[in-house]
């Protein structure tokens, strides 16, 4: 087949960027022709041979001009990455007009879901739904609040789990080559802003018992962060540790590392944290990824945390407690089998979310899309979109 994936994508720093890379490379896999329209906010030096074509946020008519080129690719299906705001316009509305002229099926991804969504945000969401021939998440939670909020059919929706990496080195393999050998590794993976929460780890890390342990946060600043206050943030965080005489126990890895290189440091880690403090967080790569590596993986009771950790696969602790936070590293540390458990069940949960099922879900489901449909469903379909467009049309059309 011949694929189309739409979202932000590397060189940029983001997670939408490194998830549509994942899922470019998982369909890759499996002997599809895939390619990528890339939505660029500008700060892109570059592109790699799969872009064939870029849209700039804020300019309209890129939209309506890259829905013209791609109906003239064959393209089996369009894979739409959506977040509000990498898309311009009010509550990135602009997107809708490349759907509205796109000939192709559409499966629209979700990244964020809003329980208290403004006007805009849920016109722009129903708008998607109907346009789109199946809306994905990450989550039952996603479903049942897109159902729920957005009164949206939930026969549109599809749940498929964040893909994680295919891990190839040994925990083992991963301390000796990082230099972490007879250390206790706790890990925060990604970029930085004060959404994280990673103030409340490092207090808890002046809590912790074990002289072998160490707190490793791992990405730099968040670049939207970055041109708005610098290193502002991190810097911060550097001076809490100073204050608090953690020189040893943690360390700062500051750059946008390699895929080999987050492999190696999520593999190393023995605990792995997302100490976040906003609730509505519908997705965490991060998180996913922990578990695929096998980590013993300690959150707030954020939404993709308690169903991803649901099953005790993880354990969960109050916003902003850092002696909850405290506690349960203490607890993991001090008693090996209960986390060399969480750790086992982690990894066998993981496996089922590894990015070559995840692309094998995506696939299926284009499958089913490009099935052959009989009048009627063909008929309900144009009638949706024709209400979208013109609400007086649909009757023209039921009544021929």
Known sequence: MKILIIGTYPPRKCGIATFTHDLFQSILDHSNEVEVIAITDGTETSFPPEVKRTIRRNEKSDYLESAEWANHQMYQCCILQHEYGIFGGEAGEYILDFILRINVPIITNLHTILQNPNPMEFNVIQKLSILSDKITVMTQRGIDMLEKVYHINPDRL???????????????????????????????????GRN????????????????????????????????????????????????????????????????????????????????????????SGTLSFALGAGAAV???????????????????????????????????????????????????????????????????????????????????????????????????????
Not at 167 to 175: L, V
Not at 228 to 246: F, P, R, V
Not at 268 to 280: F, G, K
Request: aromatic share 10%; proline share 4%; with cysteine.
């Open 158 to 192: 599809s749940l498929i789990p964040h893909g994680v990496p295919n891990f190839k080195s040994t925990k083992e393999e991963a301390k000796t080559i990082l230099g972490l050998e007879d250390k206790i590794v706790m890990l925060s993976f990604g970029l930085l």
């Open 196 to 283: 994280k929460g990673y103030e409340i780890a490092i207090e808890a890390t002046s809590k912790i018992r074990s002289d072998n342990f160490v707190y490793i946060i791992l990405g730099a600043t968040h670049p939207n962060v970055l041109k708005e206050e610098g290193d502002t943030y991190k810097n911060s965080l550097m001076q809490q540790a100073g204050k608090l005489q953690l020189s040893g126990k943690v360390f700062f890895v500051n750059h946008f590392v390699s895929d080999e290189t987050l492999q190696q440091y999520l593999k190393a880690c023995d605990i792995y944290v997302t100490p976040y403090p906003n609730e509505s967080q519908m997705s």
């Open 298 to 400: 300690i959150s707030t009771p954020y939404w993709y945390a308690k169903d991803l950790l649901d099953e005790n696969r993880g354990m969960l602790f109050d916003f902003n407690d850092v002696e909850g936070l405290a506690t349960c590293i203490n607890n993991l540390i001090e008693d090996p089998e209960l986390m060399e458990s969480y750790q086992q069940r982690a990894e066998n949960f993981g496996k089922a979310m590894s990015w070559m099922n995840v692309g094998k879900q995506h696939l299926s489901l284009i499958s089913a899309i490009n099935a052959p449909k009989s009048k009627v469903q063909s008929m309900e379909n144009q009638d949706k979109t024709l209400k979208f467009l013109d609400p007086g049309k649909s009757k023209k059309l039921i009544s021929s």
